[in-house]
């Protein structure tokens, strides 16, 4: 079972707008998430992670919201460069669970000039 | 600091062979995990090693093995390989407490 939905395969955007890419969970005991950046045929990047125990985390152009109660969070880019059009992949962890990581399928994320 | 390598970077073997893929961790980080990408099931979690001892196992069947030496570096094993192992397995390496993991480009296996 899916553990961890990213709704929106796809996603398109306008250079210097904001891009928002949304993830679910299911699993209320995850404690930690991540949000990883995948480009064809590499490895994913690490973009930036959140605890549980946080509800916004900021990295220079990424933030990344958490609502426990609702059990989502998103990542917001701003502003979006052309060099951000990759694939987005959000990822939850559990301690219970030895941290193993939890992907969703991914967003392809495009932004255009 | 170099990040995970992964090799080989390409591999085609034939249903019924066994493959061994290689990966060598962030210096320093003790935990390496592995994983399969493919189009139909996304990103899975196979297992992961530290201090040369599995911590931690997904949902794949006893085909699917692997192992670190005591430098960290680790191996993952296929035996009696299936078409539906082609995909891209990837190698991530944290540090002991195995929160933020760092990947490393994936081997290619192509299952003919």
């Known amino acids: 079972d899916q553990q961890v939905k990213q709704n929106s395969p796809s996603l398109s955007v306008q250079e210097g707008r904001i891009s928002i890419l949304n993830c679910d969970y299911t699993?209320?005991?995850?404690?930690?998430f991540l949000w990883y950046k995948k480009y064809p045929a590499e490895g994913p990047t690490f973009l930036i992670s959140i605890s549980s125990i946080k509800d916004k985390n900021e990295d220079g152009r990424f933030t990344v919201f958490l609502n426990k109660s609702a059990k989502h969070l998103s990542l917001h880019i701003v502003p979006s460069q052309p060099g951000d059009s990759a694939v987005y992949f959000c990822?939850?962890?559990?301690?219970?669970?030895?941290?193993?990581?939890?992907f969703g399928k991914g967003t392809s994320l495009l932004v255009t000039p | 600091k170099a990040g995970v390598t992964q090799t080989p970077r390409y591999l085609i073997k034939t249903r019924g062979q066994q493959v061994t893929l290689s990966c060598s961790p962030i210096?320093?980080?003790?935990?390496v995990s592995w994983y399969q990408q493919t189009p139909g099931q996304g990103l899975q979690f196979l297992f992961e090693?530290?201090?040369?001892?599995?911590?931690n196992k997904g949902n794949f069947p006893g085909r699917f093995s692997g192992r670190q030496f005591s430098n960290s570096r680790s191996e993952m094993n296929v035996s009696t390989l299936e078409l539906g192992d082609s995909a891209l397995y990837l190698c991530a390496s944290s540090l002991e407490a195995a929160l933020t993991q760092y990947f490393g480009p994936g081997t290619r296996l192509l299952v003919l």
């Open positions: 210096s320093g980080h003790r935990s």
């Open positions: 090693y530290f201090s040369e001892t599995q911590r």
């Open positions: 990822a939850a962890s559990a301690i219970n669970s030895g941290y193993a990581l939890n």
């Open positions: 699993n209320s005991m995850f404690d930690y």
